[in-house]
């Protein structure tokens, strides 16, 4: 009736009211866009259910929060990786191999081949100087490439910089790489004239490359790093610490060490120097440890031995909890496990993962209590947080990280939920165990959050992105977002 009025003007359509609005509904419906179905409604209120999440903690912006982060640094060269090996003619050849780093052609292809199908993320050290430089060579020449700033250290502080932290991040730059960081950065490290390159092979969900189509869009990482593998800069990192007194100090980037041909003894001294300075950090300062694509089994278990026990908080992907767990299982690693794994699984390797971990420190000097992991996968977000320690925020913070997903792989600040999509489904069991509980994923209430033993655990969906912008960084750039809510 009310739509006959405004039509009709009051008279004569008034007696045709009822029959004119349904007309008026029909022609509203059909001008919608076609793909607004019960679905994108659906999306539409997780949406602004997890902004009203995020919205419930802030940063405080006057006593910004300090943040001290190593190691290292590089410049992202991001390119379509299929349209890279195509432009040096190199096609899919004989069966997908793993290597645990790549000496010519042949095995950067069989290595490919093994990670693109089911996109998995992968990063692997290029032992051979004159192959890399014709990929960089190479990509240079490929549309659309894109250079920046790059290392998970530098992802994370630039977004920690974003989310109102100062921050001090020790990395090896060239001046005309530290010019473009947040005036809330401080370097710390050598200047270098030639900073280290890696080569992001970027490839979307569906892309193809001879016989083989990726499962999910992802990234292939290849470089061959000089600076990076020896943490350059900690030293310097090491010395300004102490007066800089942060809040948090974070520890990414060690993967630069994966099966880097090391002389005999140098890796351990450099971990050793790291453990020294974890241990050195004051009690009042948190200390979070970023997971990354580890399979060099000799620096895993240093890591297992120097780095874990000083660390209240750790950050990984669904790739990486897999592999670190079989570890600490006396198992060897798991190069490749399922890249769309369900809660339930997720939620039970976290549990394991969580237990392992603070069992093996008891036999570790100066270790701190692990009170504090954050998974990322595509569908979801989850983190654990002891209770009674000094995290603040889980809920909004896994409802942040969670948004900043999509805000990344998208490259937009701002979500679009044309550009979005759900995988998770609309229930989930909270662990593999037979008769466990069921948790329906509530539109209005998306983050669903409870306690179990000593700690409690959120788990909020993720708005996939559908129009991929760069992969490469999410990791960082989730983890970073997660934290800065919970110092
Ligand atoms: C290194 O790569 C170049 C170029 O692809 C190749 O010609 C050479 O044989 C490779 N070296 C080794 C040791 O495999
Ligand atoms: C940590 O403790 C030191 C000395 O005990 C104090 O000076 C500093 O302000 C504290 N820092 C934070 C972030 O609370
Ligand atoms: C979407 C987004 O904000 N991604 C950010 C991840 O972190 C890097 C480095 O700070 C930013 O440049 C990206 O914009």
């Known amino acids: 009736m009310t739509m006959a009025v405004v039509f009709g003007g009051g008279f004569p359509l008034l007696k045709y009211g ?15 866009p076609p793909v607004h179905g019960p679905l994108d409604v659906r999306l539409d209120n997780v949406l602004s259910s997890l902004l009203r999440a995020e919205r419930k903690a802030g940063v405080d912006h006057v006593a910004r929060p300090r943040v001290a982060i190593g190691f290292g640094g590089c410049v992202d060269i991001t390119v379509d990786g299929v349209m890279l090996l195509n432009k040096i003619g190199l096609q899919p050849s004989g069966q997908p191999v793993h290597h645990n780093y790549i000496e010519n052609a042949q095995q950067l292809v069989e290595s490919f081949a093994y990670f693109f199908p089911p996109g998995a993320a992968s990063e692997r050290y290029v032992l051979n100087d004159t192959l890399f430089s014709q990929l960089v060579e190479a990509s240079r020449e490929i549309p659309g490439n894109r250079w920046s700033v790059g290392g998970n250290a530098p992802v994370m502080a630039g977004r ?46 569906g892309a193809t490359w001879g016989q083989y189509t990726s499962k999910r869009a992802n990234r292939y990482i290849v470089h061959s790093d000089v600076h990076n593998p020896y943490l350059a800069s900690i030293q310097e990192f090491e010395e300004k610490l ?13 993967q630069m060490m994966d099966n880097f041909p ?21 009690p009042n300062t948190s200390v979070h440890f970023e997971m990354a694509s580890f399979v060099d089994e000799g620096l895993l278990g240093e890591l297992l031995k120097r780095v874990l026990p000083h660390a209240d908080s750790l950050g990984m992907n ?6 670190l767990l079989s570890l600490l299982r006396g198992e060897s ?5 399922d890249p769309n794994p369900r809660v339930a699984t997720v ?11 603070n069992e093996h420190r008891h036999m570790i000097p100066s270790s701190r209590q692990l009170t504090r992991l954050h998974v990322h996968t595509l569908a979801f977000q989850a983190i654990i947080v002891t209770r009674g320690s000094s995290w603040k925020n889980i809920m909004s913070a896994t409802a942040k990280a969670s948004l900043t997903a999509n805000r990344h792989v998208c490259g937009s600040p701002e979500i679009d939920p044309g550009k979005a999509k759900l995988i998770m489904d609309e229930s989930f069991s909270i662990s593999r165990q037979e008769g466990s509980q069921r948790i329906p994923l509530l539109e209005t209430r998306p983050v669903s959050c409870w306690e179990e033993d000593d700690y409690k655990i959120c788990v909020a969906p993720v708005l996939v992105c559908t129009d991929v912008y760069q992969t490469a960084g999410g990791g960082d750039n989730i983890s970073a977002a997660g934290l800065v809510l919970q110092i």
């Open 18 to 32: 009822a029959p004119f609005s349904l007309v008026v509904v029909l022609v509203a419906y059909w001008l919608r």
């Open 160 to 205: 920690m910089a974003m989310e109102g932290c100062d921050v001090l991040l020790g990395a090896n730059f060239s001046p005309d790489l530290t010019d473009v960081l947040s005036q809330h950065i401080s370097v710390v490290g050598s200047v270098i004239d030639e900073p280290d390159i890696h080569l992001i092979l970027e490839y979307p969900s």
């Open 242 to 254: 102490k007066d800089f007194q942060p809040d948090l100090l974070v520890i990414g980037g060690l």
């Open 262 to 282: 090391f002389k005999l003894g140098e890796r351990e001294v450099l971990l050793s120097h790291l453990a020294r300075l974890l241990s050195s950090a004051a």
């Open 318 to 323: 669904e790739q990486e909890l897999p592999n």
């Open 333 to 337: 690693v798991t190069v490749l496990s």
């Open 347 to 357: 939620l039970d390797q976290m549990r394991e993962l969580y237990r392992l971990v």
